[in-house]
Each structure stands twice: as C-alpha cells, then as structure tokens.
C-alpha cells in the first residue's frame, strides 16, 4: 500500500516555474515505479512524466519535453515535478501515482495508487 500527497500547486504567469512535490508513505516506495499526470476541465487524465524506481530511465509527453523535470528522492519518499516555462494550457488538476513493479508506464491503467492532486493554473 502506498500513500500520495501532493504539493507545490498555485497559480503563475505564463513563462513562469513550479515544482510540486508528492509525498509517498509505504515501505515499498522505493522499489516502484512513479508518474505524473494532470487533467484539465473537461478533459480526460493525461501523462505528464514517469521515473523507474531507480531513477534510471524518465520518460515526457511530448507537450513538456524539455520543459519539465521529473526527480525522486528514495531517501525522503519524495517525487517531484520542476515545471519551467510555463503556459496556459499546462493549467489543470496535476496527480501523483504509483505503480504496483519498478517500472510505470504512460497509461492511467499502469498505476494503482493515486494521490489528491494540485491545481496548478498558468495565467497569460
């Protein structure tokens, strides 16, 4: 069983950064998979990023390649997304997941624990 906690949202002008930080509870953290994801209004649930448990292999959608960083931190139970040159359509409910093997996937279905989420807006 793995815990998520979400943090770091808010609201910032186009071109601008933030770094959400999801805090996981759970002894098997460190041995799984973890994703981002976000949904706008309206929309459906969308891959941001994935790391392997490892931290061996990150994997973008093509809309924040380059843009966006995903990191974790076995040590703290810690996964983060550094968001920088932020635009509007990057505004929506941002979500931390946890997959049940090392390695994630790009799917909703690859993962099995979910936190709340954090609204992040991006204003132009």
């Known amino acids: 069983q793995v815990q998520l906690v979400e943090s770091g949202g808010g609201l910032v002008q186009a071109g601008g950064s933030l770094r959400l930080s999801c805090a996981a509870s759970?002894?098997?953290?460190?041995?799984?998979?973890m994703g981002w994801f976000r949904q706008a209004p309206g929309k459906e649930r969308a891959f941001v990023s994935a790391i392997t448990w490892n931290a061996g292999n990150t994997y973008y959608a093509d809309s924040v390649k380059d843009r966006f960083t995903i990191s974790r931190d076995n040590a703290k139970n810690m996964v983060y997304l550094q968001m920088n040159s932020l635009k509007p359509e990057d505004t929506a409910v941002y979500y931390c997941?946890?997959?049940?093997?090392?390695?994630?996937?790009?799917?909703?279905?690859?993962?099995?624990?979910w936190g709340q989420g954090t609204q992040v807006t991006v204003s132009s």
């Open positions: 997941a946890a997959a049940r093997r090392a390695i994630g996937g790009r799917y909703v279905r690859d993962y099995d624990y």
């Open positions: 759970g002894r098997t953290f460190s041995s799984v998979g």
